[in-house]
Nanobody, 124 residues
């Protein structure tokens, strides 16, 4: 059974950093595109950043470019989202997901295998 588990969220001050983890069981993440989406209170879920099976990166929008990055840890079957220079508008529940395909999807908000999410709050 495929399971994705996010962790690493928390409360951070503006300008701070967090690293989120997406750990998998039931699949080997190296073989698939994995992405992060987020949902802020009262807003629709939006895609953030994706890494393909070939390690190409896809940013869904410009809001996190230059601040967020994505990487794999093959030994631990984990994908990370490194978030730097955090802003209050980054506050959201962050989810990782996969369609178990090799390419990043054009629509990151469609049906997929989703984790349960981890809360990130950016506030002073």
């Amino acid at each position: 059974q495929v399971q994705l588990v996010e962790s690493g969220g928390g409360l951070v001050q503006p300008g701070g950093s967090l690293r989120l983890s997406c750990a998998a069981s039931g699949i080997t993440l190296d073989y698939y595109a994995i992405w992060w989406s987020r949902q802020a209170p009262g807003k629709e879920r939006e895609g953030v950043l994706c890494i393909s099976a070939m390690d190409d990166r896809t940013y869904y929008g410009d809001s996190v470019k230059g601040r967020f990055s994505i990487s794999r840890d093959s030994a631990n079957n984990t994908v990370y989202l490194q978030m730097n220079s955090l802003k209050p508008e980054d506050t959201a529940v962050y989810y990782c997901a996969t369609l178990m395909g090799r390419l990043c999807p054009r629509d990151p908000n469609g049906p997929a295998r989703w984790g349960q999410g981890t809360q990130v709050t950016v506030s002073s």
